[in-house]
C-alpha cells in the first residue's frame, strides 16, 4: 500500500513568508494576535495540500514553551486550538479532498532540548508534562469531532518516551493512537546511549491496547536504511519517516534564503519509497530542508520495488 506523504515543515515556511510579505514573525504566541501569521498558517497548509500531502500536520512544535511559563497551560490551549482550527478550516475548505483520504497529526515535541539528551525529563517529568498535551489533544478532539494521531516529534531520549506512554494510558478511551518519533545520527543511532531497540521495549512495557507506534525524524538521510538494518524484524514498530534533507548542520538547513536543496530531490525520493516498501511505512516526507516541490515530488504515484536500493550512496553500508 502505498504510504500517505506528510506535509513539510512549518518553521521555516513561515519564517520565509515574514520575510517576503514583510510581517513580524518570530514566535508560536504570534499567531493569536497576528492576522497576517493566522494566515501564513492556512496559506503553507494549502501549499502542501496542493503538492499532494494527506497526511496532515496541526504545527504545535514550538507552543510547547509555553508549558514552561508560569501558569502558561492556558496560552498553550489557546495556541493549539487556533493551529487546528485554521489547518482545518483549509481541509474543509477543499471539495477535492475527502475526509477518509487524509490522516490529521497533531504534531507536539519534547519537554527540553530536542538534541540534547542530558537535558530529556525523567520519566516521571515526562508523564506529568505530556499529559497535559495528550489532555489537549483528548479534548479538541471531541470539540471538532476529528480523529488525530497524537505526534510526538524529536524526542530525545527514552525515559522521554516511556514517561509518554504511561500518560497515554490515562486515555485510553480517547487518544489511543500516537506515534512517538527520534532523531538519529548518521551511523543510525539515537542521540543518547541507548539503542533503538532498548526505547521500543521501554514503550511497549507500557502499551497495553494503545496503539503506539514509532519514527524517526530530523536526522541525516544517510542514516535512515542503517537505523532499520540495526532494528530488524522490530522495523514494522515504525510507522513514519521524515529525514532531513541532508547531513549538513540544522542551522544551516534551515537558514532563510538559503537554496541549499535537498541531495537530488528525485533520487531521495525513490529512496524513501524505497524504505517505506522495506518497512511497510504508513507515512513518508522530510524534515528539515524540504519545501513543498519536495513534498509533491514524494507524493507522486511511482511504484516500488523492495529488494533493490534505488541508490548505493544512500543506503546502509
Known amino acids: 500500500m502505498k504510504p500517505l506523504t506528510l506535509f513539510g515543515p512549518y518553521g521555516t515556511r513561515l519564517e ?10 518570530g514566535d508560536p504566541t504570534d499567531i493569536l494576535g497576528s492576522a497576517a501569521v493566522a494566515r501564513a498558517v492556512g496559506d503553507i497548509a494549502d501549499e502542501y495540500l496542493n503538492a499532494g500531502a494527506r497526511a496532515i500536520t496541526i504545527p504545535c512544535f ?21 493551529n487546528f482550527q485554521i489547518v482545518l478550516e483549509r481541509l474543509n475548505n477543499r471539495s477535492d479532498i475527502t475526509r477518509d483520504k487524509v490522516r490529521i497529526l497533531f504534531c507536539v515535541g519534547p519537554k527540553n532540548d530536542c538534541y540534547d539528551p542530558k537535558d530529556a525529563p525523567s520519566i ?41 506512554a504511561i500518560a497515554l494510558k490515562k486515555f485510553h478511551k480517547g487518544v489511543t493512537n500516537a506515534i512517538l518519533s527520534y532523531p538519529f545520527n548518521y551511523s543510525g543511532s539515537p542521540l543518547g546511549e541507548e539503542t533503538f531497540l532498548d ?22 538521510i544517510e542514516g535512515v536504511a542503517k537505523v532499520l538494518n540495526q532494528l530488524g524484524d522490530k522495523k514494522k514498530r515504525v510507522s513514519i519517516i521524515y529525514p532531513n534533507a541532508s547531513s549538513k548542520p540544522h542551522a544551516e538547513l534551515n537558514n532563510v534564503g538559503v537554496n541549499h536543496g535537498v541531495i537530488n530531490s528525485q533520487e531521495t525520493t525513490a529512496y524513501l519509497r524505497y524504505l ?42
Open 16 to 25: 520565509q513568508k515574514a520575510a517576503k510579505h514583510h510581517f513580524s514573525y
Open 62 to 82: 514550538g507552543a510547547r514553551w509555553s508549558l514552561h511559563k508560569h501558569d502558561g497551560l492556558k496560552e498553550y490551549n489557546k495556541l493549539t486550538e487556533r
Open 124 to 164: 516521571q517529568e515526562s508523564a506529568e508534562f505530556h499529559e497535559k498535551q495528550i489532555r489537549q489533544i483528548d479534548a479538541l478532539t471531541r470539540k471538532y469531532q476529528t480523529p488525530v494521531t497524537a505526534l510526538f516529534e524529536t524526542l530525545p531520549s527514552g525515559e522521554e518516551a516511556e514517561g509518554i
Open 199 to 220: 526505547i521500543i521495549k521501554r514503550v511497549d512495557a507500557h502499551q497495553n491496547g494503545l496503539m503506539i507506534s514509532h519514527g524517526l525524524n530530523c536526522g541525516p
Open 276 to 317: 517505506s516498501a522495506l518497512a511497510e511505512l504508513a507515512v513518508i516526507g522530510g524534515c528539515c530542508g524540504y519545501d513543498e516541490s519536495n513534498i509533491s515530488d514524494l507524493s507522486q504515484n511511482n511504484e516500488v520495488q523492495v529488494h533493490t536500493p534505488p541508490t548505493d550512496r544512500l543506503a546502509a553500508r
